[in-house]
């Protein structure tokens, strides 16, 4: 049913727990992982404590869900690109022939929801394919 899977990442917990969704199907119908970071152009900053800038941070992201998928022996592929973040994921869904994407939501809601925006909203929206949107846990809340 699913051959390629595609699970964008910003190294939350929501993220992951939506990585662990993906890697579970992947290797259940045996797919290919595709973990995307997407560095926002709208928002550019480095975290002065650790010295981190945002390509760092996608690094980390990438690796966690891959090392993920090696332990399940699901075959995955990681990349990180600039760009807006919904439109980015549709793209390269698109590019790579995904046949799902899995994403995590953050819940956001009111103001924070107006200014910001939901990528998960706006993905689904936007994509062709299924989209697959994984809540928070509840003791994520």
């Keep these: 049913m699913f051959d390629h899977i595609l699970v964008p990442t910003d190294g939350s917990t929501h993220a992951e727990r939506a990585a662990e969704y993906a890697v579970d199907l992947a290797s259940t119908y045996g797919a290919a992982l595709h973990v ?55 793209d390269y869904g698109k590019e790579r022939n995904v046949d799902l994407v899995v994403m995590g939501t953050h819940g956001t809601s009111g103001l924070e929801r107006y200014l910001v925006g939901s990528v998960a909203e706006r993905v689904v929206r936007l994509s062709d394919v299924p989209v697959m949107c994984v809540p928070p846990a509840l003791d994520d809340e």
Excluded: N
């Design 36 to 90: 995307l970071y997407v560095v926002d152009v709208r928002v550019t900053h480095t975290d002065s404590a650790s010295g981190d800038d945002e390509e760092t941070r996608g690094e980390g992201a990438v690796s966690s869900v891959a090392d993920l998928a090696a332990a399940r022996d699901v075959p995955v592929e990681t990349e990180i690109r600039v760009g807006l973040p919904a439109e980015t994921i549709v």
